[in-house]
């Protein structure tokens, strides 16, 4: 148990609709980050939030977007979904940008997205 | 993007015997994780090795690191049946950057 949890478990969602996703940080991080993984591959990162500040973003459209409260909880939109969407979408919670003294980070166990 | 590559893509062992498992990354980088993934569970931090470091050992893993090859190997000695996961490798290519994961490896552990 890392004290990460996110929600909804499962949701499925059809071509269009708009998800949200959500994430409570394990207490005393300041940092989430979000990774979608599709069946079969390793996770892909999607961005970053410190301090509830966006930083760093991977190669995602626009219509994924987020937001980090100042209670370092964190969500995750999805706009236009698209059948490609469909997949396990991860977040983390680390201590500081370079995920504390250990650098690592503590996942929580997803959100399973289905899109028709 | 994928940053590093992990080699075999799938391996089979019996219990008892060791799994080695590499990893090769493409830019310079300030350290090197390796993470385990049970069915459609969250990933779980197994070691972090610096890019100074060379070795490093927890219980039964042991990791390596060659930054001149960009390449890095987990070994995991005595395996069991509860090893049968996936296991990634996660480069952070500068301090504060974000962690980028390979595509795994896909242990299977038959008693």
């Known amino acids: 148990e890392t004290g990460v949890t996110q929600s909804p478990t499962h949701l499925i969602k059809t071509r269009g609709q708009q998800v949200t996703l959500r994430c409570s940080s394990q207490?005393?991080?300041?940092?989430v980050s979000w990774y979608q993984q599709a069946l079969g591959q390793g996770p892909q990162f999607i961005f970053q939030?410190?301090?509830?500040?966006?930083?760093g973003r991977g190669n995602f459209p626009p219509r994924f977007s987020g937001l980090q409260f100042p209670n370092y909880s964190s969500e995750l939109n999805v706009n236009a979904l698209e059948l490609d969407d469909s997949a396990l979408y991860l977040c983390?919670?680390?201590?500081?940008?370079?995920?504390?003294?250990?650098?690592?980070?503590?996942f929580g166990e997803g959100s399973r997205l289905t899109v028709l | 993007s994928q940053q590093g590559e992990e080699d075999p893509q799938a391996l089979s062992i019996q219990e008892g015997e060791n799994a080695t498992m590499n990893c090769s990354y493409k830019?310079?980088?300030?350290?090197l994780q390796w993470y385990r993934q049970n069915s459609g569970r969250g990933l779980v931090h197994l070691i972090l090795?610096?890019?100074?470091?060379r070795e490093k050992h927890s219980g039964r893993l042991r990791v390596t690191l060659d930054t001149s090859k960009k390449s890095s190997s987990l070994l995991i000695t005595a395996s069991r049946a509860a090893d049968t996961a996936s296991y990634f490798c996660?480069?952070?290519?500068?301090?504060?950057?974000?962690?980028?994961f390979g595509k795994g490896t896909t242990l299977s552990v038959s008693s």
């Open positions: 983390a919670s680390s201590s500081g940008l370079a995920g504390g003294i250990g650098g690592e980070l503590f």
């Open positions: 090795i610096r890019s100074n470091e």
């Open positions: 207490s005393g991080h300041n940092t």
């Open positions: 939030y410190y301090r509830e500040e966006e930083n």
């Open positions: 830019t310079s980088i300030n350290n």
């Open positions: 996660a480069t952070r290519p500068q301090a504060g950057t974000a962690l980028i």
